[in-house]
């Protein structure tokens, strides 16, 4: 669970997360989890902060059971396809889940 300092702190990048999610047509439960990933491990420099992001959307639908393409959450996010499959493994480890192993 996240204070409501962090939710106030990151809310454009939560907005953005919503809009993002919104685009993919995600369900709450995946953007329940895409935030809590985000809010998980927010990086310091602002150019990294999207495609973790991007990268939280990604591993959130995973867990949620509507596995979007790496591919479709990148161009919804605007990164790049890399930025999403270098980081997200990272954020489920971080957040104690095992990240499946195909």
Do not use: N
Not at 1 to 27: G, K
Not at 34 to 46: C, I, K, W
Not at 71 to 88: E, F, H, K, Y
């Amino acid at each position: 669970m996240h204070s409501a300092r962090d939710r106030i702190e990151y809310e454009p990048w939560l907005e953005e997360l919503e809009q993002i999610a919104d685009r993919l047509e995600l369900s709450t439960e995946a953007r329940s989890c895409a935030v809590d990933l985000f809010l998980t491990d927010v990086p310091e420099d602002d150019r990294s902060k999207r495609a973790v992001l991007a990268a939280s959307i990604y591993a959130g639908s995973l867990v949620a059971g509507e596995g979007r393409t790496q591919g479709d959450v990148a161009d919804a996010a605007d990164v790049s396809r890399l930025s999403i499959q270098s980081r997200w493994k990272d954020l489920l480890e971080t957040a104690g889940l095992e990240p499946p192993r195909w």
